[in-house]
């Protein structure tokens, strides 16, 4: 008889989807999905249909929640034009809100809440202002808001302190992982830019800027993480960066032509945009946009999500800023 409950906001996305994955198998214990969307999972898992950012669909739909003992918070609100929304106050406002409104309704209704995890990012270092002091450490100083992650943890941690619940805030680079349709999932953007460039009948470049090392973080390991910090004592009310320990740069990964064989293009990794390039993917994307997204992909929300992505790294890695994705 399971006698814990995990409970994941963001169930469909990359941390999400890899949670419920992992968890689900592990004896003792139930999982809840919440989502706006349908489930597409293949295991029998409870799931719940919710807009966090509406409090009365909250209370309504989480009321019968009263014996969840854990939380896996990735869930994101993003607005359509995605920089330039990490960069305004009611973009940090509305995230700030979705956690508030699934927190306060659980700790309400859940007794046997023991602890939540939160999922942050290199955001948390200024990653999408610009470059950053490497290696990035928990105790770095804050960069310039607006910045929902600060906000939601300052709430999280101001409201904890009278509660026997506690929180660990994970910090990952680049996730990759397994999820449909999700505009944050770089393996999408570079697929849809690899269907882009085979039709137009060019090799794919690589469409970076200087070379730099990065990091990646398995969605599986992150899994792992979520499942360590929840039963941890060393890991309450603390925050941790997570990687896989290795290191990379996407030249060299990309000169490899490994993971483009599907689309049958072929990588080329002399030929890389430029910063003028870079600008001129804007004609790129209104011819895209009219014709090919049409035949390619029928205009799913999905893909046309995926590569304004991947304009969005165009730019992280010409500045060479670290980048992430729930």
């Avoid at 214990?29 to 409870?46: C, K, P, T, Y």
């Avoid at 990735?74 to 406002?93: C, I, M, P, R, Y």
């Avoid at 029928?298 to 890695?317: D, E, H, I, K, P």
Wanted: hydrophobic share 40%; with cysteine.
């Amino acid at each position: 008889m399971a006698n814990k409950k995990l409970l994941v906001a963001g169930a469909r996305g990359i941390v999400g989807r890899s949670a419920i994955n992992h968890f689900s198998k592990l004896k003792g214990w139930n999982v809840v999905g919440l989502s706006r969307s349908a489930s597409d999972f293949d295991s029998e898992i409870q799931w719940i249909n919710v807009d966090l950012q509406n409090s009365e669909d909250c209370r309504n739909k989480l009321r019968s929640l009263n014996d969840v003992s854990h939380i896996c918070y990735s869930a994101v609100f993003e607005k359509e034009n995605l920089t330039s929304g990490w960069a305004q106050s009611d973009h940090a406002e509305i995230n700030l809100n979705m956690l508030r409104n699934l927190i306060e309704s659980l700790d309400k209704n859940s007794p046997k809440l023991k602890h939540i995890t939160l999922m942050q990012g290199t955001k948390a270092y200024g990653g999408h202002l610009g470059p950053f002091k490497m290696p990035a450490r928990e105790t770095d100083p804050r960069s310039m808001g607006p910045n929902f992650y600060y906000d939601q943890m300052d709430w999280l941690s101001e409201f904890q302190k009278t509660k026997q619940w506690n929180w660990t805030i994970l910090r990952p680079q680049l996730v990759f992982g397994v999820a449909a349709r999700s505009p944050l999932n770089i393996i999408a953007a570079i697929g849809t830019y690899a269907s882009i460039s085979r039709e137009l009948g060019i090799p794919l470049r690589f469409p970076g800027g200087v070379e730099r090392i990065g990091e990646a973080t398995d969605a599986r390991l992150i899994a792992k993480a979520v499942e360590w910090v929840g039963h941890s004592k060393i890991a309450a009310n603390q925050i941790y960066n997570i990687t896989n320990g290795d290191v990379y740069i996407w030249h060299h990964i990309w000169a490899e032509g490994r993971g483009v064989i599907w689309y049958g293009t072929r990588s080329s990794a002399a030929n890389v945009f430029s910063e003028i390039d870079a600008r001129e993917c804007a004609t790129l994307g209104a011819y895209c946009k009219k014709i090919l997204f049409k035949k390619l992909f029928s205009f799913r929300t999905g893909a046309v999500m995926a590569f304004c992505r991947l304009y969005v790294w165009v730019w992280s890695t010409a500045k060479s800023a670290p980048h992430e994705q729930y």
